[in-house]
């Protein structure tokens, strides 16, 4: 996948094929260390004379989503512990999630920049590898047949556990404690059963 996004799969072709699925609101965006989403960030160049006055918030959402991007790019999303990014680009805010300490260079971001970009720093109980695996063990054990085929899986918001998610037609049948419970002992990992997002089962 190589991206800090809400990380979601779907089952394709009696696989589960790994998807990025946008969470939070819409001024709240998880983005990739290193591969930033045409739709939350500016792919220009960093200008050449960049205020370090902070900027009325949300007064330019083209320089702000730069100044964010020049943060996110120096972010190693390999690094052990590593969860989420999330960009709120009218806040000019960066929200950085990770598990255990992270390192002195991530940890030297917490607090504002120089050019205004404020750095929150968030303890998430899961990294991005955590979810990773959790997801591939729950693809292996559908293949199996162990557990019920799910229509999406995605890390929850704030990387607490991850959520099974299906269309309506099964939601019903498979949001109880005993199905749960079988998802909970194959992904090891804390999980929540929700009905699907639309995107997620077209």
């Not at 950085?96 to 917490?110: D, F, H, M, N, Q």
């Not at 205004?116 to 695996?133: C, I, M, T, Y």
């Not at 498979?174 to 199905?179: D, E, F, R, S």
């Amino acid at each position: 996948m190589g991206s800090g996004t809400r990380i979601a799969a779907l089952m394709l072709g009696g696989g589960l094929a790994l998807t990025a699925c946008g969470g939070g609101s819409d001024n709240e965006v998880p983005v990739a260390a290193s591969t930033p989403t045409a739709g939350t960030t500016a792919s220009a160049e960093p200008s050449g004379t960049v205020s370090s006055e902070p900027a009325d918030v949300g007064a330019d959402l083209e320089l702000n989503a730069r100044l964010l991007n020049e943060i996110v790019e120096g972010i190693d999303e390999t690094a052990k512990g590593y969860a989420q990014v999330v960009q709120n680009i009218p806040k000019r805010k960066l929200t950085i999630y990770w598990k255990g300490t992270p390192p002195r260079s991530v940890a030297a971001l917490k607090g504002t920049s120089g050019t205004g970009v404020e750095v929150v720093l968030v303890q998430a109980k899961l990294s991005k590898a955590d979810v990773d695996a959790a997801i591939s063990r729950i693809s292996q054990a559908a293949q199996a047949g162990r557990v019920p085929a799910p229509d999406s899986i995605s890390a929850n918001k704030d990387f607490s556990g991850i959520v099974i998610g299906f269309v309506e037609s099964r939601y019903g049948a498979n949001n109880n404690a005993a199905v749960r419970a079988k998802y909970e002992d194959v992904a090891k990992v804390p999980v929540t059963i929700a009905q699907a997002a639309s995107h997620a089962s077209d």
